[in-house]
């Protein structure tokens, strides 16, 4: 996968905590904790005030639709709804204002179940015609060109009006976190997860799909979210993971693990010293009536390999994946 980042590595090597730029603000991820400060309109952190929302501008990774609304429910949001002209309108001032005008956004509506009828995650029609979709002479968007476009982004070469693409590009995104009163005591996201975990299993995982890297800087990654490659100790969890990649769309990601026998080979460990579970129903089938691992010393790292279905895999190192970390 292809994927932009304004610094190098992904979330890499940036000491031991993670900024997160948001506008009119920043969050800290170190050792797992979260500082999460209120913003302008009832908003928290990353999320800033816009007109009537909270919107979270990302612009560190580009990846597909279906990747933006997994990155945006690891914040417990949605990709922005755009359903009022004043909405789009003070969108467009924050991108201009914020020196964001180079940026391809993904938001949300698609038409892919029925195609021409555009809706939004909630089932609501998205709003067609002037002011949204961008119009020249004699026509107007959308046009689904090429038969393929059924995801809704906005522009730059047409000023951010809304256009129509294929829901495989790999954009930005800007996420919409629901507004929480001031007098409400619901929390706004889940306590027990910083921003881009989710809760799965038994912990708190976080899905780095806009990210491919070798296992070495895969683990650089989750140090800097403040956590680790991800090790799992139960069957259960093995199960809760397989479901969420299923339920979030993103099945087509593989994800390394933080498993290897590099050190002593054929014996498998996880970062912190204790063996990896073997045989069935762990590993994956290798064929010729054995399972995996099979690589000897050129596959010392353990993947959730997506052709294999997600089931413990050994692999090279220095293969290009996505980081699953743990905090």
Avoid at 85 to 109: C, E, H, P, V
Avoid at 259 to 283: C, F, I, L, R
């Amino acid at each position: 996968m292809w994927f932009q980042l304004s610094v190098s590595l992904t979330f890499l090597l940036v000491a031991k905590a993670l900024r997160l730029w948001c506008g009119h603000g920043e969050v800290w991820l170190s050792c797992g904790c979260v500082d999460v400060e209120s913003t302008s309109g009832g908003c928290t952190s990353p999320f800033v005030g816009v007109f009537d929302q909270c919107l979270y501008f990302v612009t560190f990774a580009e990846v597909t639709h279906q990747e933006a609304r997994q990155m945006c429910h690891s914040l417990d949001a949605e990709l922005a709804i755009v359903d009022t002209a004043g909405r789009l309108s003070n969108i467009i001032y924050y991108i201009n204002d914020n020196g964001l005008t180079t940026k391809d956004f993904w938001i949300d509506g698609s038409d892919a179940e029925t195609e021409g009828d555009w809706r939004f995650y909630t089932g609501e029609p998205v709003p067609m015609g002037t002011p949204f979709w961008m119009a020249s002479i004699g026509e107007q968007q959308p046009d689904d060109s090429n038969t393929t476009e059924d995801c809704l982004h906005l522009f730059p070469g047409y000023s951010f009006y809304m256009n129509d693409v294929n829901c495989m590009r790999y954009k930005n995104l800007i996420c919409e976190q629901p507004i929480v009163e001031s007098n409400s005591s619901l929390p706004v996201r889940d306590a027990e997860c910083p921003p881009f975990f989710v809760f799965v299993g038994y912990r708190c995982l976080a899905f780095m799909t806009w990210a491919e890297q070798t296992w070495t800087e895969a683990r650089q990654s989750c140090h800097g979210l403040g956590g680790e490659l991800a090790a799992i100790y139960e069957i259960e969890e093995l199960r809760a993971i397989y479901l969420y990649l299923h339920q979030e769309g993103i099945a087509g990601h593989s994800f390394w693990l933080g498993g290897s026998d590099a050190a002593n080979e054929g014996v498998w460990v996880w970062t912190d010293g204790y063996q990896v579970e073997t045989g069935a129903p762990w590993w994956g089938y290798a064929g010729s009536y054995s399972l995996e691992p099979d690589g000897g010393s050129d596959e010392n790292c353990l993947l959730l390999d997506a052709e294999g279905f997600h089931y413990f895999r050994d692999a090279s190192c220095d293969l290009l994946m996505n980081p699953l970390c743990s905090i």
